[in-house]
């Protein structure tokens, strides 16, 4: 089987708005990042790193994009 391919762009922001299912890899009202996946855009899907620290693929409808200002977001991506 064939690795999706991923664009080589830095991940969106996405609040978790459902985890039926999946209540172990995802915590509702969280922050995750979503990694581009063309294919599971496709089908519905987004690609997420999730509790794991890995990234899967989970339906779309579980989540929305969010904005932030810039310095929260330059705050968010270099903690350590």
Same mark, same amino acid.
């Not at 969106?12 to 509702?28: D, F, H, I, Q, T």
């Not at 620290?53 to 810039?70: N, Q, T, V």
């Given at each position: 089987?064939r690795?999706p391919r991923?664009?080589?762009t830095?991940? &969106?922001l =996405?609040?978790?708005v459902e985890?039926?299912?999946?209540?172990?890899?995802?915590?509702r009202?969280?922050i995750y990042i979503?990694?581009?996946?063309?294919?599971?855009? &496709? &089908?519905g899907?987004?690609? =997420?790193?999730?509790?794991?620290?890995?990234?899967?693929?989970y339906? !779309?409808h579980f989540?929305?994009?969010?904005?932030?200002?810039?310095a929260? !977001?330059?705050?968010?991506?270099? =903690?350590a």
């Amino acid at each position: 089987m064939r690795k999706p391919r991923l664009k080589a762009t830095p991940g &969106r922001l =996405v609040a978790c708005v459902e985890n039926k299912g999946y209540s172990v890899s995802l915590e509702r009202r969280k922050i995750y990042i979503s990694l581009p996946d063309m294919t599971a855009s &496709r &089908r519905g899907q987004i690609r =997420v790193i999730d509790e794991s620290g890995e990234d899967y693929l989970y339906p !779309r409808h579980f989540f929305i994009p969010i904005k932030l200002a810039d310095a929260a !977001r330059k705050a968010l991506w270099n =903690v350590a």
